[in-house]
C-alpha cells in the first residue's frame, strides 16, 4: 500500500530534508523510525525538499510498503521513535497515483522576521532577524510585480536542478504584527532558494535601499546577481501543500505557525 504522512519538524538542528551520510536529517530520522515500524526499509518522498534549518508545519510525504498497520501506528509509532523536533501529524493511505511531489497543485511558504533592534533569543534559529526598520507598503508594493508566471532566474540558486525557471506565484503576500514580518507565498512550484531569495530582495525595498521598481527589473534581467542576498533559512517555513480533492488529504498540518 501507499502512505500519505503530514509531518512538521523544526529544522534548526538539521542537515536539511534530504538524507546525507553521517548528518543528521529530516528524512534520515523518518525513514528510520518508520523502517523499524514496517519491520522493513523505507524510502520517503517529500512534497519540498527543505534546505539546512528550514522548518515545516504542513511538509506532505508518502512511501510504499507490505507492512500492514493501522494508521494511528504509523503516527504513534514514528512519533515515540524520532526526535523531539520532528512529528508525523497523520498517515493516510492512498491510491498508487499519488505522489507527494508529482501530484501537488501548489504549495505555499511562509516567511517571518523579527524586526526589531535587538536579535531575538527565546525564537533563535525559528526566525529571521532584521534590525532596519523595515516598510511593509512599499514591499507589497515591489512584490506585486512578482504575481503571476515568469521566468524566475534572477531568483534560483546556482545549484537549481530545475528544467525550467519558470513558475506561477499565484499569492505573496506581506503583513506585520507587532515587530514581526510575515511573507507568505503560494505558487505551483518553487526553484531552489527561490523563496528566500525573493525575500531578500524585497528586503532591499523595504529598508529603503531600492525602489519598487527595481524588483521588476531584476526579474526581467533573469540575472541572479542582480538580486538580493540570500534571506536567513532559520524564518522559513513550509506552511501548506494542495493536491487535488480526489484524494481527500487534510489541507494543512495540525500546527500553524506563530504570527
Known sequence: MRIALGIEYNGYTFFGWQTQKNLPTIQGSLESALSQIADEPITLCCAGRTDAGVHATGQ??????????SM????????????????VCWAKEVSDDFHARYSAVSRCYRYIISNDPA????????????????????????ANY??????FSA???AQCESKTPMRNVQLLHITRD????????????FLHHMVRNIVGTLLQVGAGFK??????????????????ATAAAAGLYLIQVRYSDSYSLPLQSRVSVPR
Open 178 to 189: 507587532r515587530n514581526y514580518i510575515i511573507f507568505e507565498i503560494m505558487a505551483n512550484a
Open 146 to 151: 512578482l504575481i503571476g508566471e515568469h521566468d
Open 155 to 157: 531568483f534560483r540558486s
Open 72 to 87: 494511528r501506528a504509523w503516527t504513534w509509532g514514528p512519533n515515540a521513535l524520532l526526535p523531539p523536533a520532528i512529528a
Open 211 to 228: 525602489e519598487p521598481e527595481w524588483v521588476q527589473a531584476v526579474l526581467n534581467s533573469q540575472d541572479r546577481r542582480q538580486a538580493g
Open 60 to 69: 506532505i510525504a508518502h512511501f510504499d510498503t507490505q507492512a500492514v498497520r
Open 119 to 142: 536579535r531575538p533569543a527565546i525564537l533563535a534559529g525559528q526566525v529571521a532577524w532584521h534590525y532596519d526598520v523595515l516598510n511593509i507598503a512599499m514591499m507589497q508594493q515591489a
